[in-house]
């Protein structure tokens, strides 16, 4: 799956390439690239009033051949991240400062299996977020914050990672269960491979399929 830069100068250009009738909303996209109709792809938002860069899922919604661009509609399921992007092109959202992570997260959905150290009780699952700090991982039945939990992760693009780290918050919304887990105790070769995947995905390699992150609030790395 790639990642499309769209840089913005102001969020007025950004709101003159935006159309919310398409879709989910959309923003046309010149571009050269060879894609298809319907291909998933991740947007990634960029104009000075927004505190980063903000990723989004979207898709090929339709291809103008005649000005090389496409249509990018957004996936329903990031309306909330597109709102607060439109709502702050338009002004309706200040942002005073910029928000500063120690790493950078993807939204990436990645195999995992894990299970508490203290139990021989295997659990397999898949990432919703993960970033060189930690992951939210997908589980109906959480273990309590403060749980120490070794995590076996299978990036496509790289090999089989294994993490120690500690359950950091739950969630516990239906649909939506799952654990945020900080790493802790990684050797350096073991992070040093986990970042070379997060650097192709960075540059458009495939590394994993895209899903949503968990709330503001709840980001830990």
């Not at 894609?35 to 009033?49: A, I, Y």
């Not at 997908?138 to 780290?165: D, Y």
Request: proline share 6%.
């Amino acid at each position: 799956m790639r990642i499309l830069s769209a840089w913005f100068e102001s969020g007025e250009e950004f709101l003159k390439s935006y159309n919310e009738a398409i879709g989910a909303g959309a923003i046309y996209y010149p571009t050269i690239a060879e894609l298809t109709v319907g291909e998933q792809v991740l947007v990634e938002v960029r104009f000075p009033s927004l505190p980063n860069r903000m990723l989004v899922r979207g898709k090929v919604f339709s291809i103008d051949l005649q000005k090389s661009g496409v249509w990018l509609s957004f996936l329903s399921e990031d309306q909330e991240t597109r709102d607060f992007i439109v709502d702050v092109a338009r002004g309706d959202i200040t942002v005073e400062t910029k928000i500063h992570r120690k790493h950078q997260r993807y939204p990436l959905e990645i195999p995992v299996d894990w299970k508490a150290t203290d139990s021989d009780d295997v659990f397999i699952s898949c990432t919703e977020d993960l970033s060189a700090g930690g992951a939210f991982v997908r589980t109906l039945s959480p273990p309590p914050i403060g749980t120490p939990v070794a995590l076996v992760l299978a990036p496509s693009s790289g090999k089989v990672l294994t993490i120690s780290g500690m359950v950091s918050w739950t969630r516990q919304e239906s649909g939506g269960e799952g654990m945020g887990v900080r790493f802790e105790q990684a050797t350096s070769e073991t992070i040093k491979a986990l970042r070379e995947a997060l650097r192709k995905m960075d540059e458009g390699a495939v590394v994993g399929s895209p899903v949503g992150s968990p709330p503001d609030d709840k980001k830990f790395w």
